[in-house]
């Protein structure tokens, strides 16, 4: 087979493996197409029907790539897949391609069909690729017949996936003559001249230089196995035939060889080895082990796996929550734990800050209420450091008032100038409170507990200020502020019809609905009316209620939160 033109992908093989493209180019030991290249066939010739026709294709690769595309049936049929054969400057050789879609005045466009945008070009690799630069060439030398009148040509690739869902991506180029010109030049002088060499040369394709960096790409190369039985040892040294006749006394020479050159270097002083060094005897191997190596028959000993702790709740990894499920269990477990444990969290028990932090958070609560021994530890490291805190600031107050400039200096009283110390007195008894069960409270109200009357004796007014009684919380007239969360109970009210002036305020403001607003605009503004106004000038009763999934709760949680005085989750 004569070898006539080159191609674009012929300049890739050849920079691939040299060994490859001669078999394939030169002697034409193509294989057939595989599936990958069939089907990319088959969606060019649908794209070609829909641009020329308007046929929407039926593959879901071509329907995706025609989103990229002029509107079908408005193309003319000689602007599609258009044929050249084309001698660019200075080569010897001439060029052959087609171009899927010419666009003029100065855009070319190529399908490209791959199974992972992985293998997609970047901007770079395709102003320096040899489809472009031929491409672009001949579109602006005029051998497509048509009209490139700009100072640039435009060659774009539309790639599309073939497995899994479908993934766009497109890349252009605009190159100008001037880099069109010198990318050609470099082809030409680097691969078309050794192509047209080679293929003269007459070899067979066991002689050509091959690559095998490159058997594996691609899916692996078909002659690789073929390559791998011709591979020709390396011969290090050949030997004459008198020497292949005798050869035990070439073997001898070579020792003897070897002996003169290893006494002549342990016979200097300087590099004598000493017994302390080097184990010249070679006692060390005459054990079956090595001298820290296990006894014969023991079994070996079982690694220690190194695996990180996973915290779990509620059935599920702290890793995989989201933000709002973050701030959710952070809440429902900070109404598990005590006052002295929430102190111990690092940071607080509120779900106030990024995800990161609230995954620590949770994890520390988390070990809280799963280890209460954790807590006394951690209480017991605060108090040290509050300790040391203590006394590095008494230190500092000693050093300060040791180094200063002039001190007062004071005389020591004696016993005659001492006054007398009064004697220390008893503390007065004080009397408990009486407790009262919830029956006492029911029958009737209990007598009032007088107050210690203080050196001034108070008007009458002041004594029943003074009175007070150990009343529950129940009978005080103490508003309590309590959120329901997926759950209801009397006198509880929709959180929704309690803030829906300050949602309307909002509303009137954008003259939209708040749901449609941006978040920074929005639900972010409403949230910051609820914080600086409070719980009852924001409109809120006593109990109010909310569901979980509503946007409400969503986005205005984390300052309600802190606003109440009980929060009650339910089970949905």
């Known amino acids: 087979m004569k070898w006539h033109h080159t191609s674009a992908s012929q300049i ?122 031929i491409y672009a060439g001949v579109a602006m030398s005029g051998g497509l017949g048509l009209d490139f009148e700009g100072e640039y040509v435009r060659f774009r690739l539309n790639y599309a996936t073939t497995r899994g869902a479908v993934k766009t991506r497109s890349v252009y180029v605009d190159l100008t003559p001037e880099e069109i010109v010198e990318g050609l030049d470099e082809i030409g002088s680097n691969v078309v001249d050794p192509q047209l060499s080679l293929s003269k040369s007459g070899v067979q394709w066991s002689e050509v230089q091959p690559n095998y960096a490159s058997c594996d790409a691609f899916g692996g190369c078909p002659f690789r196995h073929d ?65 820290d190596g296990l006894p014969d028959g023991a079994p070996l000993p079982e690694k220690v796996q190194t695996k990180k702790q996973t915290f779990r709740y509620e059935g599920k990894a702290v890793s995989s929550f989201k933000a709002a499920e973050l701030r959710e269990a952070i809440i429902k477990i900070s109404s598990q734990l005590t006052e002295a444990q929430k102190q111990s969290v690092p940071n607080g028990a509120t779900p106030n800050g990024t995800k990161s932090e609230n995954q620590s958070r949770l994890i520390a609560m988390l070990k809280i209420k799963n280890n209460p021994q954790s807590e006394k530890n951690m209480t017991s490291q605060k108090t040290q450091e509050a300790q040391k805190t203590q006394e590095s600031l008494f230190w500092s107050i000693t050093e300060e008032s040791e180094t200063a400039t002039t001190s007062p200096s004071f005389e020591p009283l004696d016993d005659a100038h001492r006054a007398p110390l009064a004697p220390l007195e008893p503390p007065p008894p004080t009397e408990k ?84 607003i941006q978040y920074n605009d929005g639900w972010k503004e409403l949230a910051g009316h609820i914080s600086r106004r409070g719980w009852f000038e924001s409109g809120l009763e006593e109990i109010v209620r909310i569901s979980s999934s509503s946007p409400l709760w969503t986005h205005c949680s984390h300052v309600i939160i802190p606003l109440a005085d009980r929060v009650i989750y339910g089970t949905r």
């Open 227 to 291: 390559c791998q039985r011709v591979v020709k040892p390396q011969v290090k040294e050949v030997l004459s035939l008198g020497d292949a006749n005798n050869f035990k006394a070439t073997l001898e020479r070579r020792k003897a060889r070897q002996e003169i050159s290893i006494d002549s270097v342990v016979n200097q002083d300087r590099l004598q080895p000493t017994q302390d060094i080097f184990d010249l005897s070679g006692s060390q191997y005459e054990r079956a082990n090595p001298p």
């Open 433 to 516: 409170p009486p407790i009262y069960s919830s029956e006492d409270l029911q029958n009737e109200p209990p007598p009032p507990i007088k107050q210690e009357q203080s050196e001034t004796t108070p008007t009458p007014a002041a004594k029943e200020e003074i009175e007070t009684f150990p009343f529950p919380p129940a009978w005080q007239n103490i508003k309590t502020k309590m959120v329901l969360v997926d759950a209801h109970c009397s006198g509880a009210v929709e959180l929704e019809r309690c803030l829906s002036g300050l949602i309307q305020e909002i509303e009137n403001n954008y003259d939209m609905p708040l749901s449609v």
């Open 12 to 133: 890739k093989t050849f920079r691939s493996c040299h060994r490859k493209w001669y078999r394939e180019s030169v002697l034409g030991e193509k294989r057939p197409a595989g599936p990958a290249a069939l089907r990319g066939q088959a969606i060019h010739a649908e794209l070609e029907e829909y641009l020329e026709k308007g046929t929407m294709p039926k593959d879901g690769t071509a329907q995706a790539l025609t989103r990229m595309l002029p509107k079908g049936g408005t193309i003319p049929a000689e602007r599609i897949e258009v044929g050249f054969l084309w001698i660019p400057p200075d080569w010897r050789a001439p060029a052959k391609g087609f171009v899927d879609l010419c666009l003029p005045p100065n855009e070319i466009i190529d399908h490209k069909s791959t199974a992972s945008l992985s293998y997609a070009l970047t901007e770079e690799q395709a102003r320096r690729d040899p489809q472009a630069l």
